[in-house]
C-alpha cells in the first residue's frame, strides 16, 4: 500500500534558525513528488514538483530534494511568513492527476 | 479575480440533511478535483473530473454525488449527512489532471 510520512509533526524555529522537514514514501513506481505550502483556513498551494531521485528544486529560502526513499524540504534561514503547514504528496497509480498526501508539518517562525 | 471558488465557506446543519457545495474555476483547466481534510489534517481525494468525465471515484459512500455542468463547475451534493462528515472539502482545478493543482479556499461543513 503507498504511504507518505513526514515529520516532525510540528517544528518551531527562531527566525533565522535553518531547519529541514522530511517525507518519506512507499510507492508502487513514483511518478512525482510534490510540496505544497497550506496557511490557516486557506487551501494548499503548490510549491515543488520533484520527478527523480538526485532532483532539487528552489523557490526564495525553500529547497527541496529527492532521494529513493524520502525528501527533504529545506528551509534557509526562516522569516515569520514562512510559518504554515508544509504537505507532501505522490502521485500514485495511474490515475489522473491522483494525490496522495501526508499529514504535513506545521511550521511555526517565532520572529 | 480569484481562480478557484467555493460556496458556501462554511456550513452549519444536522444529520439527515441535503446540502451542496459548489466550486467554480476561471483558469480555463480542463480537470476539477473534490478533496476532504479532516479533523487530523489529512488531505484525501473524492473525486476527478476531466472534461465532464468522472475519472477519479474514491471509496466514497454513495451518498456523495459530484456533478459537473461544465468544465469550469464541479458540485458536490451530500445527501443525508452524517456526524462523520464534518470536515472541510477542498475542491481544486489543474491542466490536463496535472499535479500542479490549484485549491480553492475550503467549505468547512459541521454536521450536528
Known amino acids: 500500500e503507498d504511504q507518505v510520512t513526514q515529520s516532525p509533526e510540528a517544528l518551531r524555529l527562531q527566525e533565522g534558525e535553518s531547519s529541514s522537514l522530511n517525507c518519506s514514501y512507499t510507492?508502487?513506481?513514483?511518478?512525482?513528488l510534490f510540496w505544497y505550502r497550506q496557511d490557516p483556513g486557506k487551501g494548499p498551494e503548490f510549491l515543488f514538483t520533484l520527478y527523480s531521485a538526485g532532483e532539487e528544486k528552489e523557490k526564495e529560502r525553500l529547497k527541496a530534494t529527492l532521494t529513493k526513499k524520502e525528501s527533504f524540504l529545506h528551509i534557509t534561514a526562516p522569516k515569520p511568513e514562512d510559518s504554515a503547514t508544509y504537505l507532501c504528496a505522490v502521485q500514485v497509480g495511474d490515475s489522473w492527476g491522483k494525490l496522495q498526501f501526508g499529514a504535513g508539518t506545521q511550521v511555526v517562525v517565532t520572529p | 479575480d480569484t481562480a478557484v471558488s467555493q460556496t458556501p465557506k462554511y456550513l452549519v446543519t444536522q444529520m439527515g440533511n441535503d446540502k451542496s457545495i459548489k466550486c467554480e474555476q476561471n483558469?480555463?483547466?480542463?480537470?476539477m478535483y473534490w478533496y476532504k481534510q479532516d479533523s487530523k489534517k489529512f488531505l484525501k481525494i473524492m473525486f476527478s473530473?476531466?472534461?465532464?468525465?468522472?475519472?477519479i471515484n474514491e471509496t466514497v459512500p454513495n451518498r456523495f454525488s459530484p456533478k459537473s455542468p461544465d468544465k469550469a463547475h464541479l458540485n458536490l451534493h451530500i445527501n443525508s449527512l452524517e456526524l462523520g462528515d464534518s470536515a472541510v472539502y477542498f475542491c481544486?482545478?489543474?491542466?490536463?489532471?496535472?499535479?500542479?493543482?490549484?485549491f480553492g479556499p475550503g467549505t468547512r461543513l459541521t454536521v450536528t
Open positions: 481544486a482545478s489543474s491542466q490536463d489532471g496535472g499535479v500542479e493543482q490549484y
Open positions: 510507492v508502487s513506481g513514483l511518478r512525482g
Open positions: 483558469l480555463g483547466h480542463d480537470t
Open positions: 473530473y476531466n472534461n465532464k468525465e468522472l475519472i
